[in-house]
C-alpha cells in the first residue's frame, strides 16, 4: 500500500511537473499517465472529473486529482495523489519568487516585465473571452455577468459576495417556470 | 501569525474561485487591496510567472504570494490553503457522484456561477492592465508602443492560424524579449 502512494505521489508530481498553464493542459497528460499507462481510471471517467472538477471551488488540476486518487487509493489517495500534483510548483515557484525578487531592480528585468505585462492583460481577454462564450448564453447569464461585472469594477466588495450572490440567482431563475433558458441551458 | 493569515486568505480563495486558475485573480487583488502584502504590478508580473512555469495557475500563484509574504514557509501554507477546499469539497462529491451532477439546484447555482467568475475575471484584467499600460495611473504615462504590441499578441494569438495554437509562454517570452529590446520600461 506505501509502495503504491509513493508511485501515485510520484505520477501526479510528474503531471504537475509536465502541465504549462493548468486546467485544459492538463487533459492529454493525465490521459496518457493515469488512464493508458496506470489504468486509474477509464476515459470517461476522467471527462467526468474534468467537467466537475470545472464547476467546483477550486484549481481544476488539484480536484481532478482529489479525484482519480481517492477512486483508486481511498481517501488518503485523494490527499497524495493532490500532495503530488502541487509539489513541483511549490518548489519551482520558491526557487523563482527568490531570484525575481533579487533581480527586479535591474533595467533589463523591469523592460522584460513591461512587455510581460501587456502580454498578460491580452492572456486574461483571451481566458475571458472563451469562458464567457459558455457562460454568457441569455438574457439572464447577461444581467448576472454585467451586474457582477460593474459591482466588481466599481465596489470594493469582496468577489466573496458576488460568488454568493450570483449561486443564488441562478438557483432561483432556474426554478422560475420558463425562464432561465431551460433545463439544457447550462453550458457544458 | 502570519501563517494563520495566510492560510486562512488562500482557504477562503480555494473555496470561492470557480473555474479554475484565473478565477483566483480577482480574489489576489482583493488580498492585495486589503493586506498589502504584494501590490498590482507585482501581482501582473505573478500571473506571467505562474503560466509560464510548471503547474497549474491557482497552485503557482498562491505559491509565489506565499513566498513572497513568508518565505518558504509562507509558500508552504498558502499552497495547502488554496487547496485544502478543493480536497474536502471534492472527497465530499466523489462520495455521491451521479447525484451531484443531476441536481437541479447545483446546476442552477452554476448557471450563475460561470457569467459571474467571467465577469470577475474580466475586472480583475481591468486592473492588469492599467499596471501594464498607465504606470503612474494616468493617460499621459501611455507609452503608444504597448498598444501596438497588444494589438499585435491578440492578432496573434486568435487570428494567425500558424501562431494562434502555440502555448502562451512561448508569446510570454516573446514579450519579454521586445520588452527589452525597445526599453519598453522608459
Known sequence: ?????????????KVGVMTFGGGYAMLPILQREVVENKGWASEEELTDYFAIGQCTPGVIAVNTATFIGRKSFGVVGGVVATLGVVFPSLVILSLLAGVITQFSELAWVKNAFAGI????????????????????????????????????VFTKLSPVVFVLFAGVCGVVLRALPGAGGGKDGAAK | MIYLRLFWEFFKTGLFAVGGGMATLPFLYDISDRTGWFTHAQLADMVAVSESTPGPIGVNMATYV????????????????????????????????????????????????????????????????RAAFLPDGTLASLDWRLPVL???????????KETKKLHPIVFILGSAVVGVALRLAG
Open chain 1, 1 to 13: 500500500m506505501f509502495a503504491k502512494l509513493i508511485e501515485l505521489f510520484l505520477t501526479f508530481a
Open chain 2, 66 to 129: 506565499g513566498f513572497l509574504t513568508g518565505g518558504v514557509g509562507g509558500a508552504a501554507v498558502a499552497t495547502l490553503g488554496v487547496i485544502a477546499p478543493s480536497i474536502i469539497v471534492i472527497l465530499i462529491i466523489s462520495a455521491f457522484l451521479q447525484k451531484f451532477r443531476d441536481n437541479r439546484y447545483v446546476n442552477g447555482a452554476f448557471y450563475g456561477l460561470r457569467p459571474a467568475s467571467t465577469a470577475m475575471i474580466l475586472a480583475a484584467g481591468l486592473l492588469v492592465v
Open chain 2, 150 to 160: 497588444a494589438a499585435a499578441l491578440l492578432a496573434l494569438t486568435n487570428f494567425v
Open chain 1, 117 to 152: 505585462r501587456v502580454c498578460v492583460c491580452v492572456l486574461i481577454f483571451n481566458a475571458v473571452w472563451k469562458l464567457g462564450k459558455k457562460a454568457v448564453i441569455d438574457k439572464w447569464t447577461w444581467a448576472i455577468f454585467l451586474l457582477v461585472a460593474a459591482g466588481a
